[in-house]
């Protein structure tokens, strides 16, 4: 079977930092595991974004065609001459194409755009909802990263459920290798680290609660704070000038650091070197970082809500995000219990081996198959 794989978000972010996270890391690893499963894949990008070496380029801009798409029955360009190079088109990311006789699959990890206009960039929101909702009306199929999602896409884009298929994400075989110690010390000592800190990663934005994790954290006994520091790893999104100023005064007194960029190697000694994640996220449509802790033995703090509870199953302290006592009742509770700590840190490895990329791929190549007939 030959199927389209859009590529754009991923080649975008190869071409500029060089960093894959989000719909990137998704569609990277599909890439990688589809073939065993039967599926040639065919790297598909939008001429927005650069095209890497084996990738083709789309004919034209996503930009314009979605336009013209959206308000003419005209299909993007180029689809007679795709239609003889695959069986399906799987859109991984958000540049949903409107296509004319080949089945369409569109992964949609989450509607927050829709639903909480405070949660996301507010420049041409409005423009930007109405053709995502539109875009996503052209797809045959609909995969979401979780059972929990899939009400909110009923209720939002209006789409069947019985058109939804909820597939996990996998996490990365490299999460569960340790990195040698004296490696991880040196890393520790370029970014100015001990061993022992909490740990939040993620982008600085609204839905993340990284306010109500400094609450928590400025709540804690000064003695806990200065044996667990708070270390955020993740860029400034939007709307976060405040926690980045309360990240700034707490690194100028010595409590925390705010790592606003880390590499791949930073990102795993962080999470080997930490006393836990802590990840009280107010909306996730999955919530990898929680796997990717798991993974690496760390144990981990997250929320109540979405489909947090979820992807932990037991293997966590769940806690109510709107709650910063909730949370740092929760971080005493694993810096001060090194049994606690220990079963957590066993329970999260153990889960975090269920969730592979060779059984999302495995599951999406089904749904290819059901829908090429």
Not at 37 to 45: E, K
Not at 83 to 109: N, Q
Not at 297 to 320: H, N
Request: proline letters at 5%; charged letters at 20%.
């Amino acid at each position: 079977m030959r199927v389209g794989i859009g590529t754009t978000v991923l080649e975008r972010a190869l071409a500029t930092s060089g960093h894959v996270d989000g719909i990137g890391t998704y569609t990277e690893e599909l890439l990688r595991y589809l073939p065993a499963d039967g599926v040639a894949t065919c790297p598909l990008a939008f001429l927005d974004a650069p095209a890497a070496a084996g990738s083709t380029a789309l004919a034209g801009s996503f930009k314009t065609n979605v336009l013209r798409s959206a308000v003419t029955p005209l299909s993007f360009a180029g689809t007679a001459e795709l239609s003889r190079k695959i069986d399906v088109f799987h859109a991984t990311d958000h540049y949903i194409p409107k296509l004319s006789g080949i089945p369409l699959v569109a992964t949609l990890m989450d509607p927050v755009p829709l639903m909480r206009s405070d949660w996301v960039t507010v420049k041409r929101r409005w423009l930007k909802n109405w053709l995502f909702k539109r875009s996503a009306s052209w797809a045959d199929h609909y995969i979401t990263i979780s059972d929990y999602v899939v009400g909110d896409l009923v209720e939002h884009f209006g789409i069947p459920q019985e058109r939804i298929t909820p597939i996990h994400l996998g996490v990365d075989q490299r999460y569960f290798g340790r990195i040698d110690e004296a490696r991880k010390q040196e890393v520790l000592a370029r970014l100015g680290l001990r061993p022992g800190f909490l740990l939040f990663v993620g982008t600085l934005q609204p839905r993340k609660n990284v306010g109500r994790v400094i609450d928590a954290y400025e709540s804690l006994p000064a003695e806990l704070q200065k044996a667990a520091p708070l270390v955020v790893a993740g860029r400034h999104g939007w709307a976060a000038e405040a926690e980045v100023e309360r990240l700034k005064a707490i690194q100028a007194r010595g409590a925390g650091h705010w790592l606003d960029y880390v590499t791949d190697e930073e990102k795993q000694v962080l999470l080997q070197s930490a006393s836990a994640l802590v990840f009280p996220s107010l909306y996730e449509g999955f919530g990898l970082p929680v796997l990717e802790a798991f993974a690496s033995g760390l144990p981990v703090i997250t929320s109540t809500v979405t489909s947090l509870p979820e992807v932990a199953g037991d293997a966590a302290l769940l806690v109510d995000p709107q709650r910063p006592d909730e949370i740092a009742d929760a971080i005493s509770r694993v810096l001060q219990d090194t049994t606690l700590a220990s079963a957590l840190s066993e329970r999260g490895l153990a889960r975090a081996k269920t969730f592979t990329w060779a059984q999302t791929a495995q599951r999406t190549a089904a749904v290819y198959r059901q829908l090429a007939g």
